[in-house]
Nanobody, 124 residues
Framework: QVQLVESGGGLVQAGGSLRLSCAAS????????MGWFRQAPGKERDIVAT????????DYADSVKGRFTISRDNAKNTVYLQMNSLKPEDTAVYYC?????????????????WGQGTQVNVSS
């Protein structure tokens, strides 16, 4: 069982930055690949970024490549999402999730545990 708690969301102007954190409970955090997803009102929940259990592999949605960076600290049971050059279209609820598959995966169904989400609002 893994419990995930996101933090770091808020309101920021376009062009600004935010850093999201996701703290995981349990001693097996390093056994999971982790992902960040987002869901805007009226839209589906989509992958933003994913990172393998070791942090050695990452993947990003095309819309955030070059602007967002996913990282993890297995000693702290935490995964991060650094978001730079934010745009109004980045406005959404951001969720972190854990996948038993361990390698990077962009499929929602591969993720077993989900956090409650943190709201990110980007004003123009």
């Amino acid at each position: 069982q893994v419990q995930l708690v996101e933090s770091g969301g808020g309101l920021v102007q376009a062009g600004g930055s935010l850093r999201l954190s996701c703290a995981a409970s349990g001693r097996t955090f390093s056994s999971y690949a982790m992902g960040w997803f987002r869901q805007a009102p009226g839209k589906e929940r989509d992958i933003v970024a994913t990172i393998s259990w070791s942090g050695g592999s990452t993947d990003y949605a095309d819309s955030v490549k070059g602007r967002f960076t996913i990282s993890r600290d297995n000693a702290k049971n935490t995964v991060y999402l650094q978001m730079n050059s934010l745009k109004p279209e980045d406005t959404a609820v951001y969720y972190c999730a854990a996948s038993h598959i361990m390698v990077i995966t962009t499929r929602n169904r591969d993720y077993d545990y989900w956090g409650q989400g943190t709201q990110v609002n980007v004003s123009s």
